[in-house]
């Protein structure tokens, strides 16, 4: 019995769906804890690129039953647009079952997300405007729709006239849009329930069952430490947990179950949206690590913020999710730049902190203390070991395990399934 929980350790797009997708075809479930279609999974099979939004990466691996946990939040139209996107291409999403109690993200979630985005003028988050937030914020209110309430239309009509009441009067007077006409809603949400209905399970039971048995659960975050609403650098995060507590939590799965807390991280640091980032790079290299890198975000076509890598965050993500392993991914990237400088703690006003600082505004101040290590030239992408790789890769990568507070168990080389160097199996633990 296996219960691994994956989580992003920085700011996202660390890698998650390639580690997921290397593991997934050895574990029976592959479960998304958090989070919605805000996400953006790559995983490069072969020649083919699939990019996972709202799906669990391990929707791709035949073996292992995908399932989306009670703590996601669910946009139908998004989720049958990725179905059909990935039935076209081969792919087999049969196995797909959703929780009973998955909150639904609706029309006015999206246009609620957008709206107070714009009020908020320069103190904007850039959301992905996916209404990822208005529906967790409706969870937490006690108005919400769940993937249940499909089953029963009586209820599904009174929920949607109790959301509505406040709703509307927000839409109209406060933000001057039109009002949802609760009619038009319940026919949206009924519109897919055919095709949702045979998908909803009794998740928890379902997962906890498997563990009994003795089968292997990955639980699959969306998202990052940093975007953590209560760990990360709040209020420029997302709205949901993404860290390792909050995947027992969104799936159900108590936390003595779990056998591997598996951390992953970018050799280097990168972030999309707003919000403070010490080790951002402004020059050349922040150019240099976007265009090699291929820093786009798949969600919304933004570049991403680039910096170097960051040990004190690294040490902080090791603590606050109890990593067992991190899996450090693009290590190719930093191939031939010369010398990569790694923060090692920072300075915050004159004082030196090798800590997250307590304070929002102490971490906005923090400027990076730097230690540097010499890169290596020679072409790393078909290392498949570690001593395969240049002595000044392996003393980066060991430099870094110092400093993060936990064991490196995997390294990424590339972007392919097999590009990856495995020093401990996280099923072996
Ligand atoms: P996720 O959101 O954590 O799943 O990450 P994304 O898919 O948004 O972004 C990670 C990007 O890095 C994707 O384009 C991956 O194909 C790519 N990638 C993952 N691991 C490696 C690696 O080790 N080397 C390189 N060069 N690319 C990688
Ligand atoms: P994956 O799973 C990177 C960021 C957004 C924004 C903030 C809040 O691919 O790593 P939201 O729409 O969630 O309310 O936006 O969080 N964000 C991500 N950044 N990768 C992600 O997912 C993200 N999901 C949300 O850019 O700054
Ligand atoms: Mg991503």
Redesign the pocket.
Known sequence: MAAIVLV?AQW?????????DILGGRVDYVVKPNGGNN??????VGDS?Y??KLLP?GVLSPSATPVIGNGVVVNLEALFEEIDGLEARGADTSKLRISANAHLVAPYHQILDRVTERFLGKRAIGTTGRGIGPTYADKVSRVGIRAQDILDESILRQKIEAALVQKNQTLVKLYNRNAIDPDAMFDYFMSYAERLKPMIVDSVTMLNNALDEGKHVLMEG?Q?TMLDVDHGTYPFVTSSNPTSGGACVGAGIGPTRITSSLG?IKAYTTRVGAGPFPTELFDKWGEYLQTV???V???TGRKRRCGWYDSVLARYASQVNGFTDLFV?????LTGIGEIPICVAYDVDGVRHDTMPMTQSEFHHAVPIYETMPAWDEDI?GCRTFEDLPGKAQDYINRLEELSGCRISY?????GRD??IVLHDVLDN
Do not use: S, Y
């Open positions: 992003g996202g797009d660390e890698g998650k769906g390639k580690a997921t996400a953006g999974h790559t995983v490069v690129k990019e996972l990466a969306g990052a992953i890198g291929g820093e975000g798949v969600n991914t693009k290590l190719d990237v992408t390294i990424g080389v590339g972007p590009q990856t």
